[in-house]
Every structure is written in C-alpha cells, then in structure tokens.
C-alpha cells in the first residue's frame, strides 16, 4: 500500500507557458502533501506544504505566484509552474503523508522548458 | 534549507564490499530516514530510526544513530551491482513531519 503517482512523468514546454503537475495517493487520504525541486545532482529542496483545504506553505525564496498549488481533496495535490522559464527546468517531487504516519513518494516529473 | 551534510559525496566500490555512508545534522530530530535513489526516479524509503534507538537493521542495511554527534550511518553489506545509486538521509524534526534532506551519497558498486 500507499502508493504515490504523479502525471506527467516528463514534460516539454516552451518558455512561457504553464505546466500543471499532478499528485495522486493511490490507496490512501494524505492529509498533507509536500512538493520537492531537484536539480541534476543535488538533493531535494523542498518547495512547499499544502493541507487539504487550506492553502499551501511556501519555503523561503519559493514564489507562490509563479508555482501555484491546488491540493482540492484528500488524495490530489496539483503545481502550475506560471510562465516557465529554462531556469525552471528540474524535478518535481510529491510526496503524500497521512496523519501520523511516514512520507511516501512519488516516482517525479522531469520538466524541460526550451 | 538543507541541514544535513553527509559524506563521501561519491563512494566507488567493488561487488560484495561493504559501503559506509555518514549523516550529519543540525537540529534536534524526531527520526531520520535512509532513501535511495536512481537516477532519474523517485525515492525508494529504506529505512527509518527514531530518535530513541540507536541502531536498527533491515536485511543487509545497517543503519545507526548517535543523537550526542547529532550523526547517522548506513551501512551496506555485500554490496551488488544493483545498490548502484544515491543514498539520502533525511530528518524528521517532528513539527509537521516536514523532511530535511542530506546533499546524498552517489554510490557506484563496480560487477
């Protein structure tokens, strides 16, 4: 159990536009879901924090305008990184956690903006 | 922010050697965990220590804690071909379970 998905597993778009990730709990209702960026050979930073229902937390430096997150119901977390530039090319991580339980990953989405 | 700092940053071994990668960490922790990744793919969670216990074991994987030296080891025994990836530790300070990871091992284990 807890399986944690994202969709797509890899996108290209060119600079400009918009690109929605999304992060689903499988088998179970995450009450929190987190959003992670890694960088080619660095570790994950996290980005942000989103309670079901409630708006998300931003880590310092993280623009909550350029990536927005929708996290709507008990098992669907979203990012929308806003006019995406190359420097937004990375990896986008999820992770799902249920109360008083572990963090369980998603597999990524490497975004490529040309 | 990244708080843990772990070493080597790259381990190259040989088939059925044994690797040691080091945590070490800031703040007061609730727990760390041990994740692996290969590249290119998510994390696959190896195992968890909390911060009341010193050592915990999980099939060939060793992992300790010493809360004084605020440090943590993994150790890998018999490593294969397939234990090729990067090893991150990650703490768990409590408060919203949020996770602070390590800049991670690149371990490379040679057939």
């Known amino acids: 159990g807890a399986v944690v998905s994202q969709h797509p597993s890899w996108v290209i778009c060119k600079s400009g536009t918009s690109v929605k990730i999304e992060c689903r709990s499988l088998?179970?209702?995450?009450?929190?879901m987190f959003w992670y960026r890694q960088f080619p050979k660095q570790s994950l930073m996290l980005m942000a924090t989103s309670n079901e229902g409630s708006k998300a937390t931003y880590e310092q430096g993280v623009e909550k305008d350029k990536f927005l997150i929708n996290h709507a119901s008990l098992t669907l977390s979203t990012l929308t990184v806003t006019s995406a530039h190359p420097e937004d090319s990375s990896f986008y991580i999820c992770?799902?956690?249920?109360?008083?339980?572990?963090?369980?990953f998603g597999p990524g989405t490497r975004l490529t903006v040309l | 922010s990244q708080q843990g700092e772990e070493d080597p940053q790259a381990l190259s071994i040989q088939e059925g050697e044994n690797a040691t990668m080091n945590c070490s960490y800031k703040t007061s922790i609730n727990n760390l965990q041990w994740y692996r990744q290969n590249s290119g793919r998510g994390l696959v969670h190896l195992i968890l220590?909390?911060?009341?216990?010193r050592e915990k074991h999980s099939g060939r994987l060793r992992v300790t804690l010493d809360t004084s030296k605020k440090s943590s080891s993994l150790l890998i025994t018999a490593s294969r071909a397939a234990d090729t990836a990067s090893y991150f530790c990650a703490t768990d300070a409590g408060s919203g379970s949020r996770l602070t990871f390590g800049e991670g091992t690149q371990l490379t284990v040679n057939p």
């Open positions: 220590i909390r911060s009341n216990e």
């Open positions: 088998d179970f209702q995450a009450t929190t």
């Open positions: 992770s799902a956690r249920r109360t008083g339980d572990t963090q369980y």
